[in-house]
């Protein structure tokens, strides 16, 4: 059960810096509880720590008063009413216990709360900037707009929750989520991205696992296949990983080393690339995979670039079947609000989060380009005009093609609609980190 409103919370030796305010007026001496309607007000350098429901809250220089508010814990379950912590201004500090969902804190722009046991985040508001802002020190915790609940993104360790007048988005993310965004249904008719008749979208894989120990556990990634670089789409994976890290090849075979000496130095084993690695081996060497360290990371790249395939057609190692496993993204896709221009032109935004975070890198694990994009256009009734247009498909490495309804411009694919039809513009960005 949530705690109810009537709830009285014990608390002792309240320092003598510290205000409580009750039914208006400031009390002349400590109370022994604190109740709903109780505003507390810290001032600086003090703090203040009280528990309730299992959870323990430690305010800093700030106000915060306990408050009776209707709560969405779950879309699409029952709004129960809870005694809130609402925090006006300042910063405070949850220890969630046994009941996490009570762990919450609550702002004019933010509703942040606990899902797991244990888990400690903090909130932060600004009261004359109107930011909220919300971080977790160990688990995931799930960070709302305060307006509109049913509008939340998930704040995993390193990542900080903001919500302001732009809206509610993490700091690497390029934009905020959009009210109009919905799941899915199976009355859209969205065929899967990987579907798209060309040989090898799924499966052809020769080997699976990762080439950095353990192999058989996920890491993290820090740029996906077809992010746009310099001289083309990118053809690789890019996994996370620390200064002369030891990487393997997951499939044997014969070595062969292209680039030595620049930044874009590989080490070729079967249908596999390993780029940004000081090579261990030599040319036609032969390497056992998960065995032979066939090189180091290089300093300061902090990854290693893996490409699956070969020059004439990479394919990405994340498809379905593909090499890289086990490997889940339990987020969904971010869509902007499209930018509809007098010309007909219309400009879409769209980023790919991650649920899977790395620590003790000198960069955030970013958001990726989509895997894919597509659009329908609909007329004002929400009835279709068109089927569904592909603009890329990231079962593969995209290839530049041009005088055929589609150009790879900027840091942005736009798909043109070609001349004499009716279509459309979309427009992917760059990830919000490199």
Known sequence: ?????????????????????????????????????????????????????????????????LQCRTVSLRPGRARPSVLAATLQFGRVRVLAGSHPGRALV??????????????????????????TKARTLNRPIVAAKAADQRLRINTRITYTAISDGRGLRLDIWPFSISPLQRRTTRADGLPAYWADGQSCSVGCTTAVGWPLQPFNRQHAIRAGINELRPANFHVAVDIEAH?????????????????????????????????????????????????????????????????????????????????????TNTEPPTIGVPRIFSNGRVIVGAFGPQSVVATGFPYETPALAPSSLAWRLYDARGHALTGLEWAMRGSQNCRVRLGLGEQHLGARLLVQRPAGRRGGRAERPAPAAV
């Open 243 to 327: 200064n002369f890290q030891n990487v393997y090849a997951i499939q044997s075979g014969v070595a062969s080393i292209r680039y030595p000496g620049t930044g874009d130095v590989n080490v070729d084993v079967g249908n596999f690339y390993y780029w940004h690695i000081n090579p261990t081996v030599s040319n036609g060497q032969y390497v056992t995979a998960y065995k032979t360290v066939i090189g180091r990371v290089l300093y300061g790249f902090y990854h290693v670039a893996l490409s699956e395939g070969s020059t004439a057609r990479y394919l990405n190692p994340l498809r379905p079947g593909g090499s890289l496993k086990p490997y």
């Open 106 to 131: 609550i702002s004019p722009e933010m509703l942040a709360f606990a899902t797991r046991p244990r888990t400690t985040f903090v909130v932060e508001r600004d009261q004359k900037r109107r930011w």
């Open 1 to 65: 059960m949530i705690a109810p409103c009537t709830t009285q919370i014990p608390v002792q030796n309240i320092p003598a810096q510290v205000i409580v305010v009750r039914g208006g007026s400031q009390l002349s001496s400590p109370p022994s509880f604190l109740q709903a309607g109780d505003e507390i007000r810290v001032p600086s350098p003090r703090y203040f720590t009280f528990s309730y429901a299992g959870n323990t809250y430690t305010l800093w220089h700030g106000d915060l008063s």
